[in-house]
């Protein structure tokens, strides 16, 4: 009886596990100033969560969004574009790198980098992606915490 009782319930924990009910919903701020004082930026600007978690962009300040950038996400993963001002949740099940941008300040460096799981299968189309002005140069600050396990984000 002690056996059946002992599966019975790891059949329902691998069921609560299997239908994310422990996946962590994260928060991404978009802010017109970051902690630091640096304009147009998310907070925080890199995240490594699991597969099944999902972020929630938090519209902070007004006049932003949260999108994905072309060619940094993977293969097989789902584009998102938020509307402006709005708050919008994101569920990740692929892994791998995804790059969001607010569109808005995209070009004034305004972006952010999601390391999903382990994965980095598409780092390397993720790195040559086409990115403008000063947003080149903090993706390649976000980049080089990819695999350093980074600033996760406490989960709500």
């Known amino acids: 009886m002690k056996a059946l009782t002992a599966l019975a319930v790891a059949a329902g924990l691998s069921t609560l596990a299997w239908s994310g009910a422990w996946a962590a919903d994260h928060e991404v701020r978009m802010l017109n100033k970051g902690p630091e004082g640096q304009p147009m930026q998310f907070d925080p600007a890199f995240l490594k969560i699991a597969p099944g978690d999902s972020v929630t962009f938090l519209a902070t300040d007004r006049g932003h969004n949260s999108e994905t950038i072309l060619g940094m996400i993977p293969e097989t993963a789902e584009t998102w574009k938020g509307k402006m001002n709005e708050e919008i949740k994101v569920t990740f099940d692929v892994e791998g790198i995804y790059g969001i941008k607010c569109m808005p300040h995209f070009g004034m460096g305004m972006v952010g980098l999601i390391q999903v799981g382990e994965g980095t299968a ?9 990115l403008p002005g000063k947003a080149k140069t903090r993706m390649a600050e976000l980049m ?7 600033a996760a984000a406490p989960a709500n």
Request: glycine share 18%; proline share 0%.
């Open 122 to 130: 598409n780092l390397d189309a993720a790195q040559t992606a086409k």
């Open 144 to 150: 080089a915490q990819v695999g350093s396990g980074g």
